[in-house]
Every structure is written in C-alpha cells, then in structure tokens.
C-alpha cells in the first residue's frame, strides 16, 4: 500500500533498472511461449465475463510492483490475442520486431512531443530525416515530404483535406456548401475514406464508388465517372487508389489510374496504409513502381514492416501540399526545402501532442536494416502464396484470387452459411484465429500473415483445423 508519504520512494524505486526488468519480463516472457505456439491464441471469453474480471472501484493505494506483474500475467495476457503466435492470421495487425517494442520504453521516458522542435529537438529532425528516407524509398523527388500520423486513417484523412484546401481554396475559411466537390474511391477502399469525406463536411453521396473488376479499381469505370463529372462541371476533389486492399491484398493499377488523374488534373491520393511497405521488397508488384506518381500517400510502417502499434505516414510529393492541410495561407509562407529553418511538425499533423513514434521505427531500421525488414515482408508474402497453392490440394477449399500480399481469401466449399458459421467457431477453439469478410455476395475466410514465426507446418495446421471444425459444424 502506497500512502502520500511514501509516494515518492515508490517513484524514486520504480525509476530503477530493477523495476524496468520486471516490466520487461513480461514482454520477453509473452515472446518466449508464444514463439514455442504454447497456449491459446485468443479467447473463448464473452465481453461480459472479461468486463467482470477488472470490475472492481478504482484503487485508492497503490500496491508493489510485483502484485501488479503477477495480475498483468494472470488477468491480461491469457486472454489477449496473441499476435506473436504462429497460428493467429487475423487481422493486419503484426507481430511486432523486439528492438521496436523495446524502444517503446525510451519513447515514454523521453516523452518528446513532437509537434515543435522546442518541444523535442533531436525526434523532431529524426522525423525530417526518416520521412526523408521513405520518399526517397517511394522515388520522390527532392522538396517531397510527409508526416508520421497515429495510422491509415488519419494519413488519408489530412490527405483528403489537403487535396479539399487544394481544390477548394476558400473552404478553409468558408466552409464548404452546396455542390462542393467529389472524392472518387473504389468500391473495396478502407473506411477511413468515406469517413474522411463525411469529416470534411462534403457529404457521404458526394463520394463516388468504383466498381472492382478481379478486386482492383476497374479503370474504365473511373474513366467514365471522371469524363461524367467533368462534364457536368463538378469538382473532383481527388482519386483515391488503394496499394494493398485491406479484403485482398491487392494493388489497383496505379499507373492507368495515375494517366486518368494527369488527364484530368486530379489529386491523386493511393491509400497504401497495408502495401507501401512492398516497396522494401526484393520482388515488388508492378504496382509499387507507379507509387512516385502519387500527389499523397498513406503508409503504415505498423503494418507490412511489422513496427508495434502505431506507426502511420502521410507522404507527399510537394511538401506545400502538406502544410495546405491545416490552414489555408501556409503554402504562400513557407518556404520549401526548409525543413531546418522550419522544422515544426504541429502545423501539417492533425496532432498537438505527437508520440516520438519515429523513434522505433530509427532504431528498427538501424537494428534490421531495410534489406532485413524487405526480407521479413518478402517472407510474409511468400508464406501466402504457400497457403494458396496448399489450399488447391485439399478438396474441401476453393480459392478466389491469386495473392498479390501477405493477405488471402478463400472458402470451405459449401453453404454460404456455414463459412459464414466457420470462423467464429474455429477461433473460439484457441487453436487458430483468422478473419472473414464478404466478397461478391458470398462469406469468405480471410487470412492475414503477419508474423514471420507462422510457417509451413502452421499453415497445414490451419487448414487441417478449419477442415476438422467444419466437420463438427455438420459439414
Ligand atoms: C489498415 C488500413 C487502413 C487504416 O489504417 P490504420 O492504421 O488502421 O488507421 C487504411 N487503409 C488500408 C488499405 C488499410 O489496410
């Protein structure tokens, strides 16, 4: 028990190398088992029962350090998803590389804010320096730039504004009314577009969906639903590509999309939160090559270069782009190139507070290398292609697309229903955790592969579980 007076000895004991080792422990401990598959994946455990187990009145003392590692171990972990285990391939959220999650540590004792460089002088250039690294990486040109954001969401959110400021000059000021202009996406984008566009007060119908012609953009359709708008005389704010689906992995043709957006004049913005981080590969898609001719990008280094949560990039080809986002008179002040004379990240980042989130992704990159991190990625992808060509010889599954990531749909041959039943029921069993989602109408399993500890025998594992459960479910 912690009274007032001894709250300063508790602090000055928990500030030691000791106390941090326990901390630690648990992470180092959580590695240790999961890399050996022990235990459940996931839960089988309701929201309520986990609700009950932290119910309790907010605790007026505090207690040791020990007490509290004991209950993080027993309370929290068993029942938290494991990403770190072979067998979870769920969602796009990864297992992520030690040296980052230890950083995390560092980033919290430091607790750099990094919106001013007052406020944090050596993250704030560590920002410049690395968001270098990645145009040059995407093949930007010098005067390009970008930001860190706490993901995809907010990347395509303050692109979608910056190309709103850029199309409707006035907006900043005025608002927007009426009939003020069109976000053009496809019909499988993340939400965090047609989000965006409600944010920004442009009005959900004024999004514009795209058809999907084999899971990308169909280029035709957009063709005409450019030459409609223009024709019509309406704004079209930006064209919004997606370089990795979030369903299937896979990259719209960033080049005819880019030709169509040139035509027009159009913002081109390409969601590539899941599959910028192709551009570490050895064996990129063609895609990846048209990703310069992106006016912005979104990128997730907390994805595809498996970085612990979060760790999001907005980039942009002309960094007056960027600082046009959050208020209109800036791109007349600043003076590009300047990022020394002008290093302030506040006045292009939707945050006022920032974590020093590029911290982790330095020191990963120093650890790794991004040969290294090119390398786990490649792996990820050659594991998905495994697990499409494994899926061929068992008769009970039907692939539906070739992998262009680390992210396959495929089905149990049978009633909608029961793939639909499938998933929860496998997951359940702790033995495996995977996604489903709905493609053409039809329910499909979805899985993710974001740990480079899932090998080939896990993948068998998978389909041999989800055979067996199926089994069970009257198949
Ligand atoms: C994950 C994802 C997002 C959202 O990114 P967050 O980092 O979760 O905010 C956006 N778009 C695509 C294509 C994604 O895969």
Sequence with gaps: MTSPEDIHSSLRADETEET??????????????????????????????????????MPLDGTSVEAIVARLERDVLPDANKFCHPMYMGHQVCAPLPAAVWTESVIGALNQSLAIFEMSPTGTMLEHQVIRWMCDLVGYPPGSAGTMTSGGTEATFTAILSARNAALPNSWDDGVAGDAGYVIHGEHAHYAVTRAIGQLGLGKKRGVAIR?????????????????????????????????????????????IADLCDK??????????????????????????????????????????????????????????????????????????????????????????????VLKLWVALQRYGARG?????????????ELHALIDRYPEFENIHEPESNILCFRYKGPDQLNAELRPSFNKNGTGWITSTVLEGRSVLRVTIMNPRTETEHLQALLDGLSAEATKLGA
């Design 212 to 256: 999907s012609k084999n899971f990308r953009m169909d280029t035709a359709h957009l063709s005409e639903t450019l030459d409609r708008l223009v024709s019509e005389k309406k704004t079209v704010i930006a064209v919004v590509a997606t370089a990795g689906s979030t369903a299937t992995g896979s990259f719209d043709d960033l080049d005819a």
């Design 264 to 357: 027009h004049g159009v913002w081109l913005h390409v969601d590539g939160a899941h599959g910028a981080s192709a551009l570490l590969s050895k064996d990129p898609p063609a895609a990846v090559r048209a990703l310069k001719r992106a006016r912005s990008l979104a990128w997730d280094p907390h994805k595809g270069m498996l970085l612990p949560l979060s760790a999001g990039m907005l980039l942009v080809r002309d960094e007056r782009d960027l600082e046009g986002a959050f208020s209109q008179q800036a791109p007349y002040l600043f003076k590009s190139g300047d990022a020394e004379r002008n290093p302030d990240h506040g006045f292009r980042s939707f945050q006022c507070s920032r974590r020093a989130d």
């Design 20 to 57: 941090g080792a326990k901390f630690l422990g648990i992470a180092a401990r959580y590695f240790a088992r999961t890399r050996l598959g022990e235990g459940q994946v996931s839960t089988p455990l309701d929201p309520a029962e986990i609700a009950k187990r932290f119910s309790e009145a």
């Design 373 to 385: 991190i090119g390398e786990l990625y490649d792996g990820l992808c050659a594991r998905t292609r």
